[in-house]
């Protein structure tokens, strides 16, 4: 008789499209500080999404257990939206005082 094969798990496969999103959108809030830097705004490096991108990556390399992939794409998520809530608090002084150099002529 042939030996038996073991059988998959049951449960449902991890989701590496979610991760893989998540760790995109991760990357993609680099622009700021790109953008902070093309500006001459050296302090937007300092609020970087790094944290969002390292659960990113430790999500992806999870791969095979659901239950921490879940976990980590949700801390990911949970950083890229704190992240995007903190530009936007940073983007409001300097659009502020980019209309008052404007007005004043700067």
Avoid: H
Wanted: proline share 8%.
């Amino acid at each position: 008789m042939a030996p038996q094969v073991p059988i998959a798990p049951s449960g449902p496969p991890a989701r590496v499209g979610g991760a893989v999103a998540a760790l995109v959108v991760a990357v993609l809030t680099l622009a700021v500080p790109a953008l902070g830097l093309a500006l001459g705004l050296w302090f937007f490096v300092l609020v970087a999404n790094v944290p969002g991108i390292v659960l990113g990556i430790m999500a992806l390399r999870r791969v095979p257990d659901a239950v921490e992939v879940e976990k980590y794409i949700r801390y990911t998520w949970a950083c890229n939206f704190a992240y995007v809530a903190l530009s936007v608090v940073f983007a409001v002084p300097v659009l502020v005082l980019a209309a008052l150099a404007l007005i004043l002529g700067f």
